[in-house]
């Protein structure tokens, strides 16, 4: 696979809690030269960010980011403003705590709720699936997709692991036919992101592709 082909579906990450907006304008402007999918950063640099860019790259940020736990008139908020802002992609973080008290309907509710307040952009829902079994994530497969979101995200990046290949797999095989599958942590090789691909990932969430390329740039002469 083609370098280019895999950065397309890049979202290009910078979550940290210290992240400053020197660092952000770093993301931002490699982003546009390698041409990912986006950029995908803390709601607090949204509206600089997306003044930036000038409409040249989507702006990606989280939402209930990494928890899960705000209640759903929380998240709501969160989204509305980062559209207003500008934001052109919402990551979602499931409750988690409510999957393990079997709590599907209001999971669904939320994620409709929240999909609503996207007004048309595309809605990912973190599903976290380092902490869930299999049958929970299946059962996930199948509430993001009757809730309508555009895509399942295996994880944060904050907890215990990220995506793995079984996950993948595994959640491409029980979503609907309209939603596609994000991986996102840990993914540290160009040939992992390839494996993704393949494995049926649409989007990777990820800060080291583009470091990979620039390094290989960097040392090409």
């Avoid at 989507?58 to 934001?87: L, R």
Wanted: proline share 1%; aromatic share 6%.
């Amino acid at each position: 696979m083609e370098k280019k082909d895999i950065l397309k579906t890049v979202d290009h990450t910078l979550l940290t809690q210290t992240a400053t907006w020197a660092e952000i304008c770093q993301i931002l402007d490699d982003a546009m030269k390698y041409g990912t999918a986006s950029a995908c950063i803390p709601a607090s640099y949204v509206k600089q960010a997306a003044e930036y860019v000038e409409g040249k790259l989507p702006i990606c940020t989280v939402i209930g980011f990494p928890n899960g736990y705000s209640t759903t008139a929380v998240k709501v908020f969160e989204t509305k403003d980062a559209v207003a802002n500008g934001a052109s992609e919402i990551d979602m973080v499931l409750n988690i705590g409510f999957l393990k008290d079997k709590r599907y309907q209001e999971i669904e509710d939320e994620i409709r709720q929240i999909h609503e307040a996207c007004d048309g952009r595309i809605l990912k829902v973190i599903i976290e699936t380092c902490l869930l079994t299999e049958e929970e994530k299946i059962r996930m497969c199948e509430i993001v997709t009757n809730a309508g979101a555009e895509f399942i995200k295996t994880s944060t990046g904050f907890s215990t692991a990220g995506a793995t290949f079984a996950d993948v797999e595994l959640m491409r095989k029980h979503v609907g036919a309209d939603v596609k599958v994000k991986a996102a942590g840990g993914i540290s090789s160009l040939d992992d992101a390839e494996k993704f691909i393949e494995l049926g990932a649409d989007r990777l969430g990820t800060s080291r592709i583009v470091k990979l390329i620039k390094n290989e740039e960097a040392t090409g002469y």
